[in-house]
């Protein structure tokens, strides 16, 4: 999984989408051991996790009549729109 990941992942970099998509992580390391007098060095696995997401929408409509805006000369609506769509 791993290895798919790492082919894909120039693709998923540029490209954005509302398909389910999986993230492949590398699990939990095993804990390590102490090596004993003769130098031995004990096995352990290393877990592979994978998690599935997918991209949603949102959004909310408020109303600001073209007054408001017009007398806005503290740019509180503007400024703060344009930050929140940016």
Do not use: C, W
């Given at each position: 999984?791993?290895?798919?990941?790492?082919?894909?992942?120039?693709?998923?970099?540029?490209?954005?989408d509302?398909?389910?998509?999986?993230?492949?992580?590398?699990?939990?390391?095993?804990?390590l051991?102490?090596?004993?007098?003769?130098?031995?060095?004990?096995?352990?696995?290393?877990?592979?996790?994978?998690?599935?997401?997918?991209?949603?929408?949102?959004?909310?409509?408020?109303?600001?009549?073209?007054?408001?805006?017009?007398n806005?000369?503290?740019?509180a609506?503007?400024?703060?729109?344009?930050?929140?769509?940016?």
């Amino acid at each position: 999984m791993i290895l798919a990941e790492v082919a894909n992942r120039t693709l998923r970099a540029g490209y954005k989408d509302f398909r389910n998509k999986t993230s492949v992580l590398a699990g939990e390391y095993p804990n390590l051991l102490p090596v004993n007098e003769h130098g031995e060095i004990k096995s352990g696995t290393l877990a592979e996790l994978a998690e599935s997401y997918r991209l949603k929408t949102f959004a909310r409509r408020i109303g600001i009549t073209r007054q408001a805006l017009v007398n806005d000369d503290l740019g509180a609506f503007g400024d703060d729109l344009a930050r929140k769509a940016g």
